[in-house]
């Protein structure tokens, strides 16, 4: 479907030409139309490569879809690929754009993999979309009770795997002195609104928004923009109207011009308090 998997186009890599996804995705068609039947914008990212963690399912694959339908190549990074296979089948004529790969953020191996075949095949990664996350604690969870293997497992993907993921893909930004991270981060990291439950996964996001600050501030001279957002609630949403709302704010920050912002948290395109 969607003629997802044949070869043919190239692109510039270091001055040679490579396939443009090795696992299946070759030839972009612009213009093309989107699996949504939206229009399709014009396309001054079509050059560009965004890669997004936890892109199989949810907000991320909403995120991946959108992105590919501004025209950017799209990397669908799952912990599973026939997970992310079977969810790249649900794009439609964007497959073309999608490519499939491994990763796990927990796992430092599987990071430099996916680094080492983006900077080999690709030379570059413009966008990068820290979507990857658990909620693995419960509203009746508190600071004083909570098991505390929850949170370390909870800090090891949500605070140390996005950590490790933006440290793999930021040297291929800093080369091209251009890039877009996108934290993902939820309200209810805020400190201005911080009360009781879900402890770990608050402390976990209220970390990613530090890092966001920080590297914000690291990168600001090189042409990195680095924000955080939180979508709003995700499911339970059966036609998908508000997956594409809850995509639009991370959507808004990867695609963002020169002189957008950089260093904020945002729900949809509107500041929130840290
Ligand atoms: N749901 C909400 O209402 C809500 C509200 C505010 C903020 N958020 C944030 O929005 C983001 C997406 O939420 P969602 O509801 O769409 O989440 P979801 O459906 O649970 O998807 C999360 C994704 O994270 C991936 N993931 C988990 N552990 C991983 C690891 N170790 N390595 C790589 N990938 C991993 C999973 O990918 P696999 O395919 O590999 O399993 C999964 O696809 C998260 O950052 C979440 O905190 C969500």
């Known amino acids: 479907m969607g003629g997802a998997h044949h070869d043919g186009a190239a692109v510039a890599n270091h001055g040679r030409p ?6 299946g995705l070759a030839v972009p068609r612009y213009p093309a139309g989107s699996g949504t039947g939206a229009p399709v914008a014009p396309l001054p990212l079509s050059g560009h490569v965004a890669l997004v963690s936890g892109g199989s399912q949810g907000l991320g694959l909403r995120i991946v879809r959108m992105l590919a339908e ?10 599973s690929a026939h997970r992310g296979r079977a969810a790249v089948e649900l794009l439609g004529d964007l497959a ?13 191996g599987s990071v430099a993999r996916l680094a080492s075949w983006l900077d080999r095949r690709l030379g570059r990664c413009d966008v990068l979309v820290n979507n990857a996350a658990v909620l693995i604690d419960d509203d009746r969870d508190g600071v004083a009770t909570v098991d505390l293997e929850v949170v370390r497992s909870t800090l090891e993907t949500n605070l140390l795997g996005t950590w490790r993921l933006t440290q793999a ?3 291929l930004m800093y080369a091209r002195r251009y890039g877009r991270i996108v934290n993902v981060s939820s309200g209810l990291a805020s400190l201005a609104g911080m009360r009781r439950g879900l402890p770990a996964y608050r402390a976990s996001k209220c970390a990613v928004n530090a890092l966001t600050r920080m590297l914000a501030d690291e990168l600001a ?3 990195i923009l680095v924000n955080a957002c939180c979508p709003g609630p995700v499911h339970g949403d059966p036609n998908g109207a508000r997956l594409s709302a809850s995509a639009d704010a991370p959507v808004w920050l990867a695609t963002l011009p020169d002189d957008g912002p950089t260093g904020g948290f ?6 929130l308090d840290w």
């Open 221 to 223: 001279s090189a042409g």
């Open 266 to 271: 945002y729900r949809g395109r509107t500041p």
């Open 169 to 171: 893909i930021v040297p």
């Open 70 to 79: 501004r025209g950017m190549r799209v990397v669908l990074a799952s912990r």
């Open 96 to 108: 073309d754009r999608v490519a499939v790969r491994e990763l796990d953020i927990r796992d430092p």
């Open 18 to 23: 490579v396939p443009m996804f090795d696992d």
